[in-house]
């Protein structure tokens, strides 16, 4: 089971590195990155301080799973709430100040850069084991978040052209001075993105441990790069990716459904963001339960459940039809919401087994082939555990709903939306509006540098 530490961001854990005195302390309001990493627990700490970031609301603790299922929300869900910058998400309104797409831009960055200073500083750490360690910890981190950019503020991947279209800011070096931080970098294109993505998140394999406790492993990475692969349309790689993950027997599907949302460290979650009461990512503008729950004293109940999703589990027998929706009794009761996120302190999984099963069956279908086992064994897996009906002979279709039903609300909805080119109420999958706005305040500051996407 992997999950993330919810704990001080970077700066203060170099902050708390300091040997100074009061009255010694330069005139800066955090110490420099650059001194401040001197051993091997200095730099593990700061690969720490990554995961953290991570966990925080503009990242994975709400926006890297929330705003894709609101941009793909037609016939899925509707936002309720107030906030009107999640409200331009699931509208397709956005401006090129939305706070999101400004505040998810700036906190990836700064996970990115915390990455990259620890790369910059292995040359501290004399544990040779620790260090390919934290090395493999720091690119896929910073791999993932690329992934995660390049899919939200670039135009879709697209295998059947060379995809020139620009993506995001490629950041491979430490910024640790005023200078290096002001340094304004054009964006690269979504295919050298993609590449860079490849090669942090291959090399992160060679240098994870198989099991890396509570933190990102060899295996995580492979699941990763099963996504990756699977949004290049490269199914090969996406099944054979998928069914190393599947092979390890490291993980295994609970036995029903909610167990994953309702209990922590699960053998189903590959990867999950740990929060605690005390330590989350927010119970009033950020965190996951607190935009989909109604329950009484927790929850806005901001996002509720479309009737013709809910109509979508046609067998009323299917556990996740049962267990993950139900009727809100706190905020805008009377409405469908989702139980996945369900209490303030629940842990966040971001990657399950469940959805490896899903790709190698789509992958091995769509290439007629059967590596590791055949789609409908994997197909039936899922349906089995939820009661559903097994399905002898499925189609493409079959998995792609499948993946629908069981990976709702997950962050995964406008993604694949992209990948298969279909639409969204009237959006195309390649519609300029489905892109977030490059934040204008990166556009000004640059003078040309970074070009706004179009529209914004």
């Known amino acids: 089971m992997k999950n993330i530490f919810k704990i001080l961001p970077l700066a203060a854990l170099l902050a708390t590195a300091s040997c100074k005195k009061v009255l010694e302390v330069e005139p800066q309001q955090s110490?420099?990155?650059?001194?401040?990493?001197?051993?091997?627990?200095?730099?593990?700490?700061?690969?720490?301080?990554?995961?953290?970031?991570?966990?925080?609301?503009?990242?994975?603790?709400?926006?890297f799973l929330m705003l894709p299922d609101l941009q793909g929300s037609e016939s899925y869900c509707s936002w309720r709430g107030t906030f009107q910058s999640f409200r331009q998400v699931a509208s397709k309104t956005m401006?090129?100040?939305?706070?999101?797409?400004?505040?998810?831009?700036?906190?990836?960055?700064?996970a990115i850069n915390n990455a990259n200073i620890v790369l910059a500083n292995l040359g501290k750490v004399n544990d040779a084991a620790l260090r390919t360690q934290l090395e493999g910890e720091a690119l896929f981190i910073r791999g993932i978040l690329h992934f995660e950019l390049v899919r939200l503020y670039g135009l879709p991947y697209d295998p059947a052209t060379s995809n020139s279209q620009l993506g995001v800011v490629i950041k491979t070096t430490a910024a640790t001075d005023?200078?290096?931080?002001?340094?304004?970098?054009?964006?690269?294109?979504v295919a050298q993105v993609y590449a860079r993505v490849l090669t942090?998140?291959?090399?992160?394999?060679?240098?994870?441990?198989?099991?890396?406790?509570?933190r990102a492993d060899k295996y995580t990475a492979l699941a990763f790069l099963s996504r990756v692969y699977l949004q290049m349309g490269n199914y090969a790689a996406a099944r054979d990716a998928a069914n190393e993950v599947i092979a390890s027997g490291a993980y295994e599907l609970a036995?029903?459904?909610?167990?994953?949302?309702?209990?922590?460290?699960?053998?189903?979650?590959?990867w999950e963001i740990q929060q605690n009461e005390q330590n989350n990512a927010g119970q009033a503008n950020d965190g996951m339960a607190t935009f989909f729950a109604s329950k009484p004293g927790i929850g806005r109940a901001d996002v509720r459940m479309n009737t013709s999703f809910i109509s979508s589990f046609y067998e009323s027998f299917d556990f996740r039809r049962r267990d993950w929706y139900?009727?809100?009794?706190?905020?805008?009761?009377?409405?469908?919401?989702?139980?996945?996120?369900?209490a303030f302190e629940q842990n966040l999984p971001v990657i399950r087994i469940a959805e490896m099963y899903l790709t190698r069956a789509e992958c091995n279908l769509r290439l007629?082939?059967?590596?590791?086992?055949?789609?409908?064994?994997?197909?039936?897996?899922?349906?089995?555990?939820?009661?559903?009906?097994s399905i002898a002979v499925p189609v493409l279709a079959d998995i792609l709903n499948e993946r629908v039903r069981e990976?709702?609300?997950?962050?995964?909805?406008?993604?694949?939306?992209?990948r298969l080119k279909t639409a969204t109420g009237s959006f195309a999958w390649n519609d300029n509006k489905l892109v977030f706005p490059i934040p204008q305040r990166e556009v000004d500051a640059s003078v040309g540098v970074i070009v706004q996407n179009p529209g914004y």
Request: with cysteine.
């Open 178 to 189: 005023e200078a290096a931080a002001s340094e304004k970098i054009a964006r690269s294109t």
């Open 255 to 270: 036995p029903i459904p909610l167990i994953p949302f309702t209990n922590k460290n699960t053998a189903e979650s590959i």
């Open 407 to 418: 990976l709702a609300f997950e962050g995964l909805r406008i993604h694949d939306i992209k």
């Open 95 to 110: 401006t090129r100040d939305n706070a999101e797409a400004s505040r998810t831009w700036i906190a990836a960055y700064r």
């Open 31 to 63: 110490i420099d990155a650059a001194t401040a990493l001197q051993n091997d627990q200095d730099v593990n700490s700061a690969v720490v301080g990554c995961y953290a970031l991570m966990g925080g609301g503009a990242l994975y603790g709400t926006n």
């Open 326 to 342: 139900y009727v809100g009794t706190g905020a805008r009761p009377g409405n469908t919401y989702c139980f996945k996120w369900n």
């Open 200 to 214: 942090d998140l291959n090399t992160a394999v060679t240098k994870l441990p198989d099991d890396n406790g509570t």
């Open 368 to 389: 007629s082939t059967n590596v590791g086992d055949t789609p409908a064994n994997d197909l039936d897996l899922i349906r089995s555990r939820s009661n559903a009906s």
